[in-house]
């Protein structure tokens, strides 16, 4: 640890303020030097993992805290922490940077209005609900298949998709308040293992947006928990409107296909397809 000074706090001996806000300049600045975009905006377990790697030694408890986020508490002068966030999001106040640039980098994507989108591979990772092996994580990439239990990623469970949608139907159900049908929609939505395009019209992108949103503060915890860099393209920017899998209809779209491969030869006779299915767009 570095040098303590003699103060007290709370009857103890605590570690010099100067230390820990060299401490968290020398992490901001380990961010801006291996190139990170936004280097100086980070989320706490991250910051706290990069003082870890500067000091492994570091203990909350040498300035006279119980916990990380009180730690940073006294450096109000030095750092902002948006605590409205999970984990909470730490910016460096004197960073060479627009204000406003800082302001508006200091919070997640506008999710539901932008186009952007998580990375594909770990977009699957989080979302492929039906994966016998999951995903791993093989340093550069996430790959499909069983790997370590150190380096599996947190694909989402049924029961985790359901609490998300029922988080999702109490936040938004005041905003459909005297329609009926619109409320029936958002409560099947709910309740059955049905698209999101039962959901309202005008609810579908704040969905799509919150459920976004869910993914990249899954995975931020997840490479923050191991000690991983997130990656910088984690989340991702591009022209046109995200092209992202609905694991409802990819659910329906198996049922259907198991479906046909119970038929019988009389079943298959009389079943009809719409000709745009037989000669649209090729599968990929």
Do not use: C
Request: proline fraction near 6%.
């Amino acid at each position: 640890m570095t040098e303590s000074s003699s103060s007290e706090l709370g009857g103890k001996d605590v570690a010099s303020l100067a230390d820990g806000e060299r401490l968290i300049r020398d992490a901001f600045e380990q961010a801006r030097a291996s190139g990170k975009k936004d280097w100086q905006i980070m989320r706490s377990p991250v910051l706290k993992n990069r003082i870890l790697q500067l000091d492994d030694a570091f203990d909350e408890q040498s300035w006279g805290v119980d916990s990380f986020s009180q730690f940073l508490a006294r450096y109000p002068n030095l750092v902002e922490v948006d605590r409205s966030l999970r984990p909470p999001l730490v910016a460096l106040r004197d960073a060479s940077a627009d204000p406003g640039e800082l302001q508006s980098a200091g919070q997640l994507p506008a999710w539901g209005s932008s186009r952007l989108r998580i990375r594909p591979d770990l977009w699957s990772a989080i979302m492929d609900v039906d994966s016998a092996d999951g995903y791993y994580w093989d340093g550069s990439e996430a790959r499909r298949g069983k790997g370590s239990g150190e380096n599996k990623l947190p694909t989402v469970t049924a029961e985790d998709l359901r609490g998300w949608r029922a988080d999702f139907v109490s936040a938004v159900m005041q905003d459909v308040k005297g329609s009926p049908p619109a409320e029936q929609r958002l409560r099947r939505w709910q309740d059955e293992p049905v698209s999101s395009r039962t959901l309202p019209q005008s609810l579908r992108g704040r969905w799509m947006g919150t459920l976004k949103k869910h993914v990249q503060e899954r995975l931020e915890t997840w490479f923050t928990d191991h000690h991983i860099e997130v990656p910088n393209d984690l989340v991702m920017g591009q022209a046109s409107p995200p092209v992202v899998r609905d694991t409802d209809t990819e659910y329906l779209r198996r049922m259907v296909i198991r479906a046909v491969e119970d038929m019988t030869r009389a079943d298959r006779e009389e079943l009809r397809l719409p000709a745009r299915t037989l000669f649209g767009r090729r599968p990929r």
